[in-house]
């Protein structure tokens, strides 16, 4: 059964720093991973998906990697801004499923 | 377009009432879900339809089921519900019906469900 962690839970950084968040995944037999974003009672905003043979996407002042033999993907956010503040969710979509396996996100706090 | 849009926003409801949700696409994707969110947790599947057909997580109970008009609309049909079920519920579509590299999954809002 797939198993997606992400560490940290919580991080709360200054206006401008880079940062990176973590997401581990047990099970490399996967199709793809995808960056959300959820600001509080909303939606899930979709952010970057990475397919499984891909090893990494930007959007702006994002980017993600993946890597599937060592069952990790990172997203860098570049000079963070207040707005960046959120929950930030990773999700691995197994092989042979619908079923996106989410891990319980990293609540970012940017401050001003 | 990638919206995927839910109503109402908001539902309060007894345990004896029926109520609907709704969920709607507009992008041509060919599945769309339901999640169930509670709070400072991760969303949890609890239906795919793809392709016309319907999937299960077996964990929901029958007091939730879906219904899928046409391919644009997903309805989620609530029957004598409890208190535990009060949740946030998503909706998503994504263009690939089935398990692919290519399916990305965008969610509509939710709809904040409380149950008294």
């Known amino acids: 059964k797939q198993e997606v962690t992400q560490i940290p839970a919580a991080l709360s950084v200054p206006e401008g720093e880079n940062l990176v968040l973590n997401c581990s995944f047990t099970?490399?037999?996967?199709?793809?991973l995808q960056w959300f974003r959820q600001d509080p009672g909303k939606g899930l905003t979709s952010l970057l998906l990475?397919?499984?043979?891909?090893r990494e996407q930007t959007s702006g002042r994002l980017n993600a990697s993946l890597d599937k033999s060592s069952g990790r993907s990172t997203l860098y956010i570049a000079a963070s801004q207040p707005g960046d503040s959120a929950t930030y969710l990773c999700?691995?979509?197994?092989?042979?499923?619908?079923?996106?396996?989410f891990g319980k996100g990293t609540k970012l706090s940017v401050i001003p | 377009d990638t919206e995927v849009t839910q109503t109402p926003k908001h539902l309060v409801m007894g345990m004896t009432n029926k109520k609907s949700l709704k969920c709607e696409q507009h992008?041509?994707?060919?599945?769309m879900y339901w999640y169930k969110q509670k709070a400072k947790k991760p969303p949890e599947l609890m239906f795919v339809?793809?392709?016309?057909?319907?999937?299960i997580n077996e964990s929901v109970p029958s007091r939730f089921s879906p219904e899928c008009p046409n391919s644009s609309l997903l309805n989620l049909h609530l029957h004598a519900l409890q208190p535990e079920d009060s949740a946030l519920y998503l909706c998503?579509?994504?263009?690939?019906?089935?398990?692919?590299?290519?399916?990305?999954?965008?969610f509509g809002p939710g709809t904040r469900l409380t149950v008294l």
């Open positions: 339809y793809s392709y016309e057909k319907l999937s």
């Open positions: 992008m041509g994707h060919r599945a």
């Open positions: 099970d490399s037999a996967i199709y793809n």
């Open positions: 998503a579509s994504s263009r690939e019906g089935g398990p692919s590299s290519y399916n990305e999954q965008f």
């Open positions: 990475i397919q499984s043979s891909q």
């Open positions: 999700a691995a979509l197994g092989a042979g499923s619908y079923q996106l396996t």
